[in-house]
């Protein structure tokens, strides 16, 4: 489905990602582990266009996105979540929401969109005509959750959806990213709460330096003295 190969991906003249290799298959939630600049957050926008990867391949069900623009990653079924929410905060929640429906073929499904979504998230059917200035930080990554949804993506990347919550709003969180899953979405989930993180996907890969330090399944990430080290500090 989603495979990234040998991606570099630099910030000025420093080196933020060296020759990464990941793959997603359909029906997979996984996980990107890492510290503090590992280059997570550099992947995720990466992938989604954001950020100009140097060398290297993105491809998505065969197609080659590498070079292509950021609302076009979008159109090939690919979502993002971005760490610290990025809403308009001057703007209503349902205002917010519909940005995500902006691309044609999601627009005929806006109303249903926004239905799951509230579906999803309560609180924010509520809020509907609240700015989102005015919300709490969980009810915002609500909202930010939902705006990426409202795209139908068929992958979602999520950049450090817990950073800064609440744990009863975590674990909300979580319970919804499950639920997103289960509808048939696939999940690249960067998280630095990483025994969540590893207990919710079936795959795992460890960033350090930008570079893939460790990759398998969750039970093995789970018990790996790096992951102690690297990530735990212990």
């Known amino acids: 489905m989603l495979e990234v190969a040998g991606l570099h991906a630099f910030y000025g003249q420093a080196?933020?990602?060296?020759?990464?290799?990941?793959?997603?298959?359909?029906?997979?939630?996984?996980?990107?582990?890492?510290p503090n600049g590992a280059g997570k957050s550099t992947l995720v926008n990466a992938i989604a266009g954001l950020h100009r990867a140097t060398r290297g391949r993105i491809v998505m069900d065969g197609r080659d996105l590498t070079r292509i623009e950021g609302h076009r990653v979008c159109d090939a079924g690919i979502a993002v979540v971005p760490e610290g929410r990025r809403l308009f905060p001057a703007m209503t929640v349902i205002e917010n929401l519909g940005l995500g429906a902006y691309r044609r073929g999601a627009r005929s499904a806006r109303d249903d969109r926004i239905a799951w979504v509230f579906e999803l998230f309560p609180r924010l059917a509520e809020r509907q005509r609240q700015v989102a200035g005015s919300l709490s930080g969980g009810e915002q990554q609500m909202v930010a959750i939902g705006r990426a949804l409202m795209a139908s993506p068929r992958v979602l990347l999520m950049d450090e959806p817990s950073l800064g919550l609440a744990p009863v709003v975590v674990d909300e969180v979580f319970r919804t990213i499950g639920t997103i899953h289960e509808a048939g979405v696939s999940v690249l989930l960067v998280e630095q709460n990483v025994k969540r993180a590893l207990r919710i996907a079936s795959r795992g890969y460890l960033l350090s330096e930008g570079r893939v330090v460790l990759e398998g399944s969750t039970d093995e990430l789970s018990g790996s003295d790096v992951v102690r080290r690297t990530v735990l500090g212990l």
Do not use: C, F, Q, T
């Not at 990602?17 to 996980?31: H, K, W, Y």
């Open 15 to 34: 080196i933020a990602l060296s020759g990464i290799d990941l793959r997603l298959d359909p029906g997979e939630i996984v996980a990107v582990v890492g």
